[in-house]
């Protein structure tokens, strides 16, 4: 009896695949495309959280006047320009017990009645 051949299709189009027995594809865009697929929702949530910290720091980064070292400012200004608390990249706690939160070398430390005094990290 003769094998019958097994018709193989590209995982993303569905063309009928020519070539070699161990190909998956029928092109480097279905490639692409597959793999991309695959990977989007992991992608979209990073996305999402590496555009939260860039707005972060760049709110902080607005607030600190040309210069100064420090600034305060209130939670309400901070939320008004779209500031998410929830994201920071490192916290520092300080020896007086005073914890600093970071997004990337912009932080700031949560001080009384909603105020916040906002920092810059000195390069070492």
């Not at 029928?26 to 597959?34: F, T, V």
């Not at 709110?59 to 008004?80: F, M, Q, S, V, Y």
């Not at 920071?88 to 105020?115: I, K, S």
Request: charged fraction near 30%; glycine fraction near 6%; include cysteine.
């Amino acid at each position: 009896m003769l094998k019958q051949k097994e018709t193989r299709t590209c995982r993303l189009c569905e063309k009928t695949l020519k070539g070699r027995s161990d190909k998956k594809f029928c092109d480097d865009y279905c490639r692409a495309a597959y793999n991309n697929e695959l990977k989007s929702a992991v992608n979209n949530y990073i996305r999402k959280v590496n555009h939260a910290l860039s707005k972060n720091r760049r709110i902080l980064e607005g607030l600190i006047p040309g210069g100064a070292p420090t600034a305060k400012t209130n939670r309400d200004k901070l939320i008004e320009q779209g500031f998410q608390f929830k994201y920071h990249t490192c916290q520092y706690a300080a020896r007086n017990g005073n914890t600093y939160f970071y997004c990337y070398e912009y932080g700031y430390l949560p001080l009384e009645n909603n105020w916040f005094l906002i920092v810059k990290r000195q390069e070492d």
